[in-house]
């Protein structure tokens, strides 16, 4: 069965620092990999989508990354910003996943002015 | 091109009732799936509907169950509530069936059972 574990779980960090969010699944066997990001009480914007034959993928300041053999996902923000405050959830599809997508618990994210 | 949309926003139920959460796709997609999410934790898998048909189904009991439209759009209907159910409720459209695609979001339905 997969498990995906984000890591920390809270992080707070000062306005223009670059930073590292973690995910780790349990089954390299995956399909995909999707980064949300998620503010409160609201859906899920999709960020970041990594298919199992890639191994990174860029959009503005961010920058995902996929090793599958690791079993092991990070995002890279940089020069983070107040506006990117938010919890930031990654999902695998595949890896023994009844077919539809795996989530961690998330990583809650404040960027300080 | 229309993203995917949910109704209604917020809902509040009593123990025991029934109730019907309501999505439409995103254009062009022909795959929902729904996904419940707890407070402080990650969403968990209902079920998802392909082209009308279940495709899928997570660790939930029967009072769970779904429908999709010709038009794909999909309702989630669950039967005698319990406290437990209070969370809220996410659609997402794809295309393709299963984890294939890239799953776009709704922004959710907070169901709260009292």
């Given at each position: 069965k997969q498990e995906v574990t984000q890591i920390p779980a809270a992080l707070s960090v000062p306005e223009g620092?670059?930073?590292?969010?973690?995910?780790?699944?349990?089954?390299?066997?995956?399909?995909n990999l999707q980064w949300f990001r998620?503010?409160?009480?609201?859906g899920l914007t999709s960020l970041l989508l990594i298919?199992?034959?890639?191994?990174?993928?860029?959009?503005?300041?961010?920058?995902a990354s996929l090793d599958k053999s690791s079993g092991r996902s990070t995002l890279y923000i940089a020069a983070s910003q107040p506006g990117d405050s938010a919890t930031y959830l990654c999902a695998t599809g595949g890896g023994g996943s009844q077919g539809n997508l795996i989530f961690g618990k998330g990583t809650k994210l404040s960027v300080k002015p | 091109e229309t993203g995917v949309t949910q109704s209604p926003t917020h809902l509040i139920k009593t123990r025991g009732q029934q109730v019907t959460l309501r999505c439409s796709s995103q254009s062009g997609h022909n795959?929902?799936?729904?996904?419940?999410?707890?407070?402080?934790?990650?969403?968990?898998?209902?079920?998802?509907?392909?082209?009308?048909?279940?495709?899928g189904r997570g660790n939930f009991p029967p009072r769970f169950s779904g429908l999709q439209f010709p038009n794909y759009s999909s309702e989630l209907n669950v039967n005698a509530l319990e406290l437990d159910d209070s969370a809220l409720y996410l659609c997402a459209s794809s295309l393709g069936g299963g984890y294939f695609g890239e799953q776009y979001f709704g922004p959710g339905t907070r169901l709260t059972v009292t």
């Open positions: 620092e670059n930073l590292v969010l973690n995910c780790s699944f349990t089954d390299s066997a995956i399909y998620q503010d409160p009480g609201k298919q199992s034959s890639q191994r990174e993928q860029t959009s503005g300041r961010l920058n | 795959t929902v799936s729904w996904y419940q999410q707890a407070l402080g934790q990650g969403p968990q898998f209902i079920f998802q509907y392909y082209r009308e048909e279940e495709n």
